[in-house]
């Protein structure tokens, strides 16, 4: 189970790498082995503002439907466009070419409330 150090986590399998007031966001190498063969991943929330927890997308795999939800509070300011045409990279590259979006992070203080690797381990059991 790949969980990298450096990541932030939260307890709905999304991963944060926080860059300044930017955050780009991803589902989790867990949360794609249990979704199965992702086909579709939607963002409809570009250029919005949403608070921590709010449904920012859906990944669809090929037996269910999943919310996605921000892990910290801001605007969604891009859209990983690659995802569109290839959104088994979520599969194959979850913390690399399989990131979803990126945020302008509205409240740095948010950060401390995220899981960090061993914290993200010890909730999945890994």
Partial sequence: MNIPA?????KDHEWVKID???AT???????????????YVEVDTLD??????EVFGTVEAVK???DL???????????NSELDTNPELVNSDA????????VK???????????????YKQLIGA
Avoid: H, N
């Avoid at 919005?48 to 927890?53: A, I, N, R, S, V």
């Avoid at 913390?95 to 990126?102: D, I, L, R, S």
């Fill in 6 to 10: 450096e990541l932030k986590y939260t």
């Fill in 64 to 66: 269910t439907v999943s």
């Fill in 95 to 102: 913390y690399g070419a399989g990131w979803m979006v990126k």
């Fill in 20 to 22: 300044g007031d930017t």
């Fill in 69 to 79: 939800f921000l892990p910290l509070s801001g605007e969604i300011v891009e859209f």
């Fill in 105 to 119: 992070i509205s409240d740095l203080s948010e950060v401390e409330s995220l899981l960090d690797s061993e914290q």
């Fill in 25 to 39: 966001v991803g589902i989790t190498d867990f949360a794609q082995k249990e979704l199965g063969d992702i086909v």
């Fill in 48 to 53: 919005q503002t949403l608070d921590k927890d």
